[in-house]
């Protein structure tokens, strides 16, 4: 099976918490969601794990839209990471 | 038609009235909301902000909020700066105005776009206040009430 690299991105205390603004991720067979995905990175480390503690305060875009757990992801997407936002 | 813009630098409010009415007759009235860093007293007040956001993502995210409201309302014109980087006390933070024919569109357009703005556009809130603590602002269940209010009332 030929690699699927995706960019993930954190912001905010999520970028804090995992230590790292982007990763490159290939994604292993059966991963195809952002659900997916997160699931996959809290088992990364512990800082993760951490970071990912409480699903309910993750937010997601998937190349700049906003995205749910169920949205796929695929090779080549852009996947954001952050919680709620504040702006405004 | 819309002008949106992210910056760190300071807006200032009567050039951009300015620049959205220039050389119009069409004009009735320009609805303006202008958020400002709220400081606060004693060990809890803020002291500082910083604004982060998702540069690839912002402009798009606000573009569509701004269509959403140009498809509810008869707009002519509309401009949202919102500012990232760090500010203070005092310091306007979020510039929306919004031109129609008439008052009401223009005065319910600019509470639309701000209050979904809050709740749509990839930006993210870090304060330190007086006592010395840096923490990221939650966000607030009557921000996403404001919000929800236009998904039910149709306008």
Redesign the interface.
């Known amino acids: 099976m030929s690699a699927r690299p995706v960019l993930v991105?954190y912001?905010?205390?999520l970028r804090e918490r995992v230590g790292m603004s982007e990763q490159r991720v290939d994604l292993p067979p059966g991963v195809n969601t952002v659900g997916g995905l997160i699931d996959l990175l809290a088992a990364s480390s512990p800082g993760h794990a951490e970071a990912f503690a409480v699903r309910a305060t993750i937010r997601a875009?998937v190349n700049?839209?906003?995205a749910t757990p169920e949205t796929p992801v695929t090779a080549g997407d852009?996947v954001?990471l952050?919680?709620?936002?504040?702006?405004? | 038609m819309a002008t949106v813009r992210i910056q760190e630098a300071p807006f200032d409010t009567g050039a951009e009235i300015a620049a959205l009415t220039v050389g119009r007759t069409d004009i009735g009235g320009i609805g303006c909301f202008v958020?400002v860093v709220r400081g606060g007293e004693g060990p809890g007040g803020v002291r500082e902000m910083t604004?982060?956001?998702?540069a690839?993502?912002t402009v798009?995210?606000i573009e569509r909020v701004v269509a959403e409201a140009e498809s509810r309302w008869p707009l002519v014109g509309c401009t949202v700066i919102?500012r990232v980087g760090t500010l203070r006390p005092g310091d306007p933070?979020?510039l929306v105005l919004t031109a129609s024919a008439h008052r009401h569109p223009a005065l319910e357009a600019t509470q639309f776009l701000?209050d979904w703005?809050?709740?749509?556009?990839?930006?993210?809130?870090?304060e330190r206040t007086a006592d010395g603590v840096a923490h990221?602002?939650?966000?607030?269940a009557k921000?996403d009430e404001a919000a929800a209010r236009w998904e039910s009332s149709g306008r």
């Open positions: 991105l912001f905010a205390w875009a700049q839209d906003f852009e954001a952050f919680p709620p936002v504040t702006g405004g | 958020g604004l982060e956001h998702y690839a993502m798009r995210a919102h933070i979020v701000i703005l809050k709740t749509r556009a990839p930006f993210w809130k870090k990221w602002v939650g966000a607030h921000d």
